[in-house]
């Protein structure tokens, strides 16, 4: 009766050639009536597989909320995502949590992680939740590409802010899901500190092949995806390509 | 302020709730105990005022001193003759006999005595009965050989009037029918009665020629005092003339005294134990939202609030729940006092009760004990919150300045410790008056268990390795994550668990103590009793006398058959202040083939066989205590004013039966004409067969229902179950302490989910499943609750072995209840689990994305 032998369904061989997350006309509405909001207003989107993309627009434009529904965290009025192939918004709870499990990695702007836990044990979490045993080797090189190899028995209080979010990357990334969400996950650090953790998803795309969909409202930030998407007033008005942060400025610019 | 008052507790209203229902359980059983023992005080009050209705004067033989137990000692009565001259007393109306004996029901040979403790209560009929006794069906026993029965015994026995009975006397079974069935005014608790007319009652009684008391009406015109004056003055001395209401007054006081004297403090200790617990559990509750709050109090401290209207907003907050909770807590005192009456009547302690009401006296000592216990438990929190800084409002993750003491608080709990150790000590073998001692032994019992939560911090990450680790093999990914979490705040941890100790402590303790008295005295039993059966009478009456050792002694089989009577009497030393000692008439020759005396200073059976009229073996501590040696002489005073003197011949070592000494037959017959047995110790001829003689021995006994004859084994079994009853009684009552810190734990267990929402929510995201979040925090909260168990059972096995040592002179061994411990650590485990079920289902209902983005 192990939760953990209960598999999710595997992928169709066929996406690996291309699209691991998948949204069809995806709308979100809140509330009832006269006080109802429109998050999301039709959003149609693919993220292939690899590639590292930031979701922007102005404040209330959406990005959380489309973030959440990609994730099975939240679920659309109307439309559907699938992850790996799998359609994911009709699942209960238990099928949702076990899906997130296996396929989805995050990193939050607060950081989140156990106070009680040193370093490694919380980048141990999703593995000890889903009862797997860590792979020695890849945690090893989780560590050390983190940087945090000296300091795995430290607890978070003992770890700056950079660091915490070092641990949580590394944590995302234990698990080795087809997907990592980050919202904001350099909104609570310095911009030293943020060219560290930008360097290092970056680099998790790069070494590791890791697909990362991140939130940002910080052009520097959104400047080492390889594809930015900006969203307005609930729907994708640009999906833009090897833009630099110049330019993503200027997009934001006439956006606001 | 007042507004941030309110508003705090109206957004924590789950925490209030349960903060609530600590103090008010707590409370409850202070209210319930006074509620309780006034129904009883009430109904005693009532039984005589309305046996006393219609009645101007009565006469009552003159005691020589108030015995403190009646049950074997020879009832006093009055001369039949007196009836007459007080009849012709002028202004004497009507003057008649009233005769109160025992007796219970045989119905087709079975015998229905009463439960228990409870009495079997036997009165003559008089012309105001209808005063105490409505007759429901049938009438009143009119002629010889007619009884009326009690509602409640005639329904539980389907006994209908007309039906053909005996009735179990003192002078063996007597038939009767059933004339009529009444209904007591009262309830009168697990008691039956029984009417007849007086000329039975007082042969069923072996009283003939006698009553118990003499009633009297004046005549129209006579005061009641004038009326006592002049019997008082045609009867003279050796009887006591009170009015009705003087007499009514005086016996419901001596019954309430006896048993209100006991029964009120003995309740008060449990209800505070339960409030103690509950003090715990609001310190804790304090201590964790004073926490929750920092950024809030820090917050209205940079906006100008000074230290002091913090301190308001906290302490004012714990008096409104405070008074809230103790007033339905003294309405659920109701509740508490049914509960506890219906406890006593099914272990055979049923009290008659009156109905209930509440004494302005119940209310404010509720009132009292509720606010101030929780005023004092809150103060610290609130004082902790005075000294947040308002700059803590800026910082994320502010935590509470230690405090300034609590560096020291190791040697506070040392001194404490100590402290409570002296009371304990003085309590059991210093000086003082016992209720003192007792008091002294009490609280400096509770300084322990303040002592032991306050270092309980210390060992909680210990304890909870040694727990978890089983909890950890079978549950691997939750259990090492519950154990973290119940460590991660040793100081809550070990409050929460302390609460729980509490109970289980004094739990474990009464049943350390239990198991050394069965253990030592059944020891004592087996090498002291010679022979392999033991009469004795149901419910604590006395076998009746001579006919009774007739019948046994020749039943076929029996060796040897010996009485030993048992008494209290007052003894002076030396014409020195008299006082009340135990002792145990014997038949010399019999007592010394079946009783093995552990004799002192050389002594020999050959003693008992020179004891004769005057002679006295003594109790070798008493007679230390009492500086008597060899040859001292001492007199003892019966009830019935007769009075004897002895002399020491010898010494000997009684643990057990707790007499002091020990006269022949011939010396009680100087004091007493009763010949009722305490108990008779019978010995098999040898080579008989054990169950024959004991089928022949039960056979002869038939027509004496009062008594059943055991097996040595049997008797043991019989008195360790009677002993168990109390235990349970003891057990159920300080369930309310457990379950006192049940709400405790689910308090804080609420309040550290709380803590932990955005938590909860990133575990729920990254695939935690509601399911393994329930067992996390089931795990989690039986990891505090067995905490709690194992420091209980550790304190328990401490608080018993003291006791158990310092009453060794008494011949109390220690001996450790395993079975009971291990029981305590399942339910330590079970309530753990309950308590974990509304918080953990509370978790598992969080969506993840609110609880990620809760603030
Ligand atoms: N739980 C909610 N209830 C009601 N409205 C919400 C909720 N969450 C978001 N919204 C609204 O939906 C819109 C989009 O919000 P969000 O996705 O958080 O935007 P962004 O992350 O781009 O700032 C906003 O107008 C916001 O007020
Ligand atoms: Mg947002």
């Given amino acids: ?256 | 302020m007042r507004k941030l008052i309110t508003r705090g507790m109206l957004t924590r209203k789950l925490r209030t709730a349960l903060t609530a229902i600590a103090i008010m359980l707590g409370v409850a059983m202070i209210s319930g105990t006074f509620v309780l023992t006034d129904q009883i005080n009430g109904a005693f009050d009532k039984i005589f005022a309305s046996s006393f209705r219609d009645i101007d004067a009565v006469v009552t033989p003159q005691k020589a001193y108030e015995s403190e137990d009646e049950t074997f000692n020879p009832t006093l009565r009055l001369d039949q003759s007196l009836i007459e001259r007080v009849s012709a007393v002028e202004g004497v109306a009507l003057a008649e006999g009233a005769f109160d004996g025992s007796a219970g029901i045989v119905k087709d040979g079975e015998y229905l005595g009463s439960t228990g403790g409870a009495p079997s209560f036997l009165t003559a009929i008089t012309s105001n009965a209808e005063n105490t006794a409505q007759i429901t069906s049938g009438g009143f026993p009119e002629e010889s050989g007619q009884i009326a029965v009690d509602k409640k015994t005639a329904d539980d026995n389907d006994i209908a009037v007309g039906r053909r009975v005996q009735v179990a006397t003192t002078k063996g079974l007597a038939d009767v029918t059933v004339a009529g069935v009444f209904d007591s005014e009262i309830d009168i608790g697990g008691a039956s009665i029984i009417l007849a007319t007086l000329p039975d009652v007082q042969t069923w009684s072996d009283g003939e020629g006698k009553v118990s008391y003499i009633q009297a009406k004046a005549d129209e015109g006579v005061s009641q005092a004038e009326l006592k004056s002049r019997i008082a003055a045609e009867l003279g001395d050796g009887v006591v003339v009170e009015t009705a209401q003087e007499s009514a007054t005086r016996q419901a006081a001596d019954i309430n005294d006896s048993i209100g004297g006991f029964l009120t403090p003995a309740l008060l200790a449990f209800a505070a134990v339960a409030v103690f617990v509950g003090a715990f559990i609001i310190f804790n509750t304090f201590t964790i939202t004073v926490a929750q709050r920092i950024r809030e109090f820090a917050m209205v401290r940079t906006l100008g609030a000074a230290r002091g209207q913090v301190l308001r907003a906290v302490i004012g907050e714990a008096l409104i729940v405070s008074v809230a909770a103790s007033v339905l807590g003294i309405a659920a005192g109701y509740l508490v006092a049914a509960g506890i009456g219906a406890l006593f009547k099914a272990v055979g302690f049923g009290l008659p009760t009156a109905d209930a009401s509440l004494a302005a006296r119940t209310v404010i000592i509720a009132l009292v004990v509720g606010v101030g216990v929780t005023l004092v438990a809150s103060l610290a929190p609130a004082l902790k919150a005075t000294r947040i800084a308002p700059i803590a409002a800026l910082r994320e993750g502010a935590t509470l300045p230690p405090g300034r003491l609590s560096r020291f608080t190791p040697w506070f709990a040392l001194v404490i410790a100590v402290l409570g150790a002296l009371l304990i000590y003085n309590g059991l073998a210093g000086s003082g008056s016992l209720s003192n001692r007792m008091l002294g032994l009490g609280v400096g019992a509770l300084l322990e268990f303040v002592a032991a939560g306050m270092t309980a911090k210390y060992v909680v990450p210990g304890i909870a390795r040694v727990v978890g680790w089983p909890i950890e093999r079978v549950s691997r990914r939750t259990g090492r994550l519950a154990r973290e979490n119940s460590t991660r705040n040793p100081s809550r941890t070990a409050v929460t668990a302390a609460a729980l100790m509490i109970g289980v402590g004094l739990v474990v303790f009464v049943s350390v103590f239990a198991s050394g008295i069965k253990a030592s005295f059944f020891d004592a039993l087996d090498r002291s009793v010679q022979g392999d059966f033991i009469i004795e009478a149901n419910g604590g009456q006395s076998i009746p006398g001579a006919g009774a050792i007739e019948a046994v002694r020749s039943a076929e089989g029996v060796g040897v058959a010996s009485p030993l009577r048992f008494a209290d009497a007052r003894v002076s030393i030396d014409g020195g202040e008299p006082g009340t000692e135990y002792f145990t008439a014997v038949e010399p020759d019999t007592y010394a083939q079946v009783f093995r005396t552990d004799w002192q200073q050389g002594g020999s059976d050959e003693l008992l066989a020179r004891l004769g009229e005057g002679g006295a073996i003594v109790e070798q501590d008493w007679a230390d205590g009492k500086g008597l040696v060899e040859g001292d002489r001492f007199t003892l005073n019966g009830v019935s004013g007769r009075s004897a003197e002895f002399e020491v011949l010898g010494f000997y070592k009684d643990e057990q039966l707790n007499t002091t000494f020990v006269i022949a037959d011939e010396g009680w017959q100087r004091i007493s004409d009763s010949r009722d047995i305490g108990l008779m110790l019978v010995d098999a001829a040898s080579g008989a067969d054990l169950t024959q003689v004991e089928a022949s021995v039960k056979e002869a006994m038939k027509q004496f229902p009062i008594a059943t004859v055991k097996s040595n084994e049997k008797y043991k079994e019989d008195l360790s179950g009677q002993l168990d009853q109390i235990v349970y009684l003891l057990y159920a009552l300080l369930a309310m302490s457990v379950i006192i810190s049940l709400f405790g734990m689910v308090n804080t267990l609420v309040l550290s989910m709380f803590e932990r929402t955005r938590e909860i929510g990133m575990m729920r995201a990254i695939g935690l499943t509601r399911w393994q979040l329930r067992r996390m925090v089931g795990v989690e909260s039986i990891i505090t609750a067995v905490i709690g168990g194992v420091l209980g059972l550790a304190i328990g096995l401490i608080f018993g072995f003291v006791f158990t040592k310092a009453l060794e002179d008494e011949g109390l061994a220690f001996a450790v209840p395993y079975g009971t411990l291990f029981a305590v650590l399942i339910v330590a485990l079970i309530a753990g689990l309950l308590a974990s079920i509304f918080p953990a289902r509370r978790a598992a209902r969080l969506r993840p994305l609110e609880a990620l983005h809760y603030e």
Avoid: C
């Fill in chain 1, 1 to 256: 009766m192990s939760i953990s032998e209960t598999q999710i369904p595997s992928a169709p061989a066929a996406a690996d050639s291309g699209t691991v997350v998948a949204a069809q006309d995806v709308t979100r509405r809140y509330g009832e009536g006269d006080a109802a909001v429109d998050a999301l207003r039709g959003v149609t989107i693919d993220f292939p597989r690899g590639q590292f993309t930031a979701v922007m627009g102005p404040s209330g434009s959406g990005k959380s909320t489309l973030m959440h529904i990609l994730a099975g965290l939240d679920v659309p009025t109307t439309g559907s995502v699938e992850i790996d192939g799998v359609e994911i918004t009709r699942m209960k709870d238990k099928q949702l949590t076990l899906m997130r499990r296996e396929k989805i990695g995050f990193v939050f702007q607060s950081f989140n992680l156990l106070p009680m836990l040193s370093a490694e044990e919380n980048i141990d979490l999703p593995l000890t939740i889903a009862g797997r045993n860590p792979e020695g080797t890849w945690k090893e090189s989780l560590l050390k590409a983190v940087g945090l190899d000296t300091r795995r028995k430290h607890k978070p209080s003992e770890l700056s802010g950079g660091q915490q979010q070092r641990v949580a990357i590394a944590r995302a990334l234990a698990s080795r899901p087809t997907v990592i969400f980050a919202d904001e996950p350099t909104g609570n650090l310095d911009s030293r500190t943020s060219g560290e953790i930008l360097d290092l998803l970056r680099r998790s795309v790069d070494e590791f092949g890791q697909t990362i969909v991140m939130v940002t409202h910080d052009a520097r930030a959104a400047g080492v995806a390889d594809r930015v998407l900006f969203l307005q007033d609930g729907l994708v008005v640009r999906d833009e390509r090897g833009l630099t942060t110049g330019a993503i400025h200027d997009i934001m610019g006439t956006l606001e």
